[in-house]
């Protein structure tokens, strides 16, 4: 049975790469499911419908003028995703390191600790 994920299943509930030993789907499946997501997000369209004509200037062209609002909004989202992408993929490398992600792991659990404390003292 196919999963979000990509992958099948067997009856178990286990992924069948799993048990045949495979580490897993390639990345294009690995993807499909978000960009699956993504495509479906109404929201955002529903926002865009609602935001966007408050903007258009009294007299002018609706349609070519939301268009234009939607390539200034694409391009925005493309200036903004692509050094934040590119980012993300420098500190890749750093963040896998098992140091890092120990001295991340002791950091993030201090603070849970602190937060707990924190609350048992207020209350």
Do not use: C
């Amino acid at each position: 049975m196919p999963s979000l994920d990509g992958r099948t299943s067997t009856n178990s509930g286990t992924p069948s790469s799993a048990v045949n030993g495979a580490s897993g789907p390639p990345n294009a499946v690995r993807m499909q499911p978000g960009a699956m997501r993504r495509k479906a997000r109404w929201k955002t369209g529903v926002f865009a419908v609602s935001f966007l004509p408050q903007f258009v200037p009294q007299g002018a062209p609706v349609l070519p003028t939301l268009l234009a609002f939607s390539v200034i909004w694409a391009v925005i989202d493309l200036l903004w995703y692509l050094p934040l992408i590119w980012l993300a993929g420098r500190v890749r490398g750093v963040l896998q390191r098992r140091s890092i992600q120990r001295r991340m792991e002791q950091v993030s659990g201090a603070v849970l600790v602190g937060l707990g404390m924190r609350l048992a003292v207020e209350s």
